[in-house]
């Protein structure tokens, strides 16, 4: 049974630093594409950052790039983000996306790509 367990979310106020964390479990994790997604209360959930399996190619939506970083730690079938500059606009809950292994492998922008999700970490930025 696959599970991403994420933590690392909480309070933080405006320029704070976050680091989230998404312990995968159950599924061949360096094969894995995987991201990062949010949702704001009341909007749809959105893409933040994606990664494919091998950490070569990554793509961050233009509202957390240069503020956001994402690695992973094969070793430790685990994947990061670490949220700098924080604003209020950042306050969601931050779900850790991953996507079955398949060949050929790349890189995926959409939920609907992804077969497994966290339970979600809520981050508040306070300003």
């Known amino acids: 049974q696959v599970q991403l367990v994420e933590s690392g979310g909480g309070l933080v106020q405006a320029g704070g630093s976050l680091r989230l964390s998404c312990a995968a479990s159950?599924?061949?994790?360096?094969?894995?594409?995987m991201g990062w997604f949010r949702q704001a209360p009341g909007k749809e959930r959105e893409f933040v950052v994606v990664m494919t399996m091998g950490g070569a190619n990554i793509t961050y939506a233009d509202s957390v790039k240069g503020r956001f970083t994402i690695s992973r730690d094969n070793a430790k079938n685990t994947v990061y983000l670490q949220m700098s500059s924080l604003i209020p606009e950042d306050t969601a809950v931050y779900y850790c996306?991953?996507?079955?292994?398949?060949?050929?492998?790349?890189?995926?922008?959409?939920?609907?790509?992804?077969?497994?999700w966290g339970q979600g970490t809520q981050v508040t930025v306070s300003s």
């Open positions: 159950g599924l061949t994790f360096s094969s894995s594409p």
């Open positions: 996306a991953a996507r079955r292994p398949t060949i050929p492998s790349g890189i995926y922008y959409y939920e609907v790509n992804y077969n497994y």
